[in-house]
């Protein structure tokens, strides 16, 4: 918390020493929303890539259903026909499908917050950039008086603090998206190390016996 303290106050100075120089406070202004307006640019970019990747990847989870229940229907008919070893093959791609479906899955959640947080981010920005926009009509408005009035490129008697307390949020809205954009990744996906280290044997007797007794069932039925 320290370090971030101690960055705004140097960010904060220096604004204030740029303001303090500049001839003409609106071109300054004029140019932090610039800024929001690139800002807002990209957020939008990153939300359309994250929106992409969402219809990707639910794409992918719907391919992977239909493998799952295509390996189901093979097995079964495997053990109507009382071919057991091709039942077990159908069966253990039909697990490994399974757990993929569980990797993608977590892929979607993350997106999906993904999302959401920049959705939001859109939202503040948006906000901060009409508020701002706003106050430059005034505050053009107010340098126009100023100078009819003395005669001069700057006008002394206007109090800038209230477009620094503006501004500085902007900055800190920007670094909080900043950090979120960085932070936020997609989920890592199924690592083919945890999908060895399962008991196949075990998996695939369970449900081959599953498999087994539904038929039987529907035989004798």
Request: aromatic share 4%.
């Amino acid at each position: 918390m320290g370090v971030f303290k101690r960055v705004k106050e140097i960010v904060a100075a220096d604004l204030h020493r740029m303001l303090d120089k500049c001839e003409d406070p609106v071109s300054m202004a004029q140019l932090y929303l610039r800024q929001i307006e690139e800002r807002i640019e990209k957020t939008n970019e990153a939300l359309a890539g994250q929106l992409a990747a969402e219809q990707e990847t639910a794409s992918l989870l719907d391919h992977m259903a239909q493998i799952v229940a295509k390996r189901l229907r093979q097995a079964e008919l495997a053990v109507d026909r009382e071919e057991e070893r091709i039942a077990e093959i159908a069966i253990a791609d039909k697990l490994q499908h399974e757990k993929l479906m569980e990797g993608y899955a977590r892929n979607l959640d993350s997106i999906q917050v993904n999302i959401g947080a920049l959705k939001q981010e859109i939202v503040r920005l948006k906000e901060l950039h009409r508020e701002l926009r706003e106050r430059l009509y005034f505050l053009a408005s107010r340098a126009r008086a100023a100078r009819a009035i003395e005669g001069a490129a700057s006008f002394p008697a206007y109090r800038t603090d209230k477009v620094m307390r503006g501004f500085e949020r902007l900055e800190q809205n920007v670094r909080r998206l900043e950090a979120g954009a960085s932070a936020k990744r997609w989920a890592a996906a199924p690592h083919q190390g945890e999908l060895d280290r399962i008991d196949r044997n075990e998996e695939i007797q369970a449900e081959l016996k599953r498999i087994k007794d539904a038929r039987g069932k529907k035989q004798t039925g």
